[in-house]
């Protein structure tokens, strides 16, 4: 369910220090399957991380926003905002619309949570 990784993006590049060395803030960039549905990510410090809006838009789109929304204060689940150069990779892999000027982030482990959260709620129809 969670574990089927589809594919990577590849390395974003980044600035190089004097010495050679890449600063912080590199990441990768990919997709990955869940629950059936294909989710571009961004591999930052370690932690995937997956763009709010897709997630709401392509993984719980049955489930009005405010629902979510509230889903994510009981669980506690903070999001991030992402900065420009990881704003630009979400949009190259189109997780986010090119018209996006600001983006959230949420973590694959609190992804996971929220959707085991909304498994109970049943579609709008």
Same mark, same amino acid.
């Given at each position: 369910?969670?574990? +089927? !990784?589809?594919?990577?993006?590849?390395? #974003?590049? *980044? *600035?190089?220090?004097? @010495?050679? =060395?890449?600063?912080?803030? =590199?990441?990768?960039?990919?997709?990955?399957?869940?629950?059936?549905? @294909?989710?571009?990510?961004?591999?930052? @410090?370690? *932690?995937?991380m997956?763009?709010?809006?897709? #997630?709401?838009?392509?993984?719980?789109?049955d489930?009005?926003? +405010?629902?979510?929304?509230k889903?994510?204060?009981?669980?506690?689940? $903070?999001?991030?905002?992402?900065?420009?150069? =990881?704003?630009?990779?979400?949009?190259?892999? @189109?997780?986010?619309?090119?018209?996006?000027?600001? !983006? /959230?982030?949420? /973590? $694959?482990?609190?992804? =996971?949570?929220? !959707?085991? /959260? !909304?498994?109970?709620? /049943?579609?709008?129809?």
């Amino acid at each position: 369910m969670f574990l +089927t !990784c589809e594919g990577t993006f590849g390395i #974003v590049p *980044t *600035t190089m220090d004097y @010495n050679g =060395e890449a600063r912080p803030g =590199e990441f990768h960039a990919g997709y990955q399957e869940i629950e059936g549905i @294909n989710l571009g990510y961004l591999q930052i @410090n370690g *932690t995937q991380m997956f763009a709010l809006a897709q #997630v709401l838009s392509d993984l719980f789109k049955d489930i009005p926003r +405010t629902t979510i929304s509230k889903k994510m204060e009981i669980l506690k689940i $903070k999001s991030r905002r992402c900065d420009l150069q =990881e704003l630009r990779t979400l949009k190259a892999i @189109n997780s986010v619309p090119i018209r996006a000027v600001k !983006c /959230s982030l949420i /973590s $694959k482990a609190d992804l =996971e949570a929220l !959707c085991t /959260s !909304c498994k109970s709620l /049943s579609p709008r129809r």
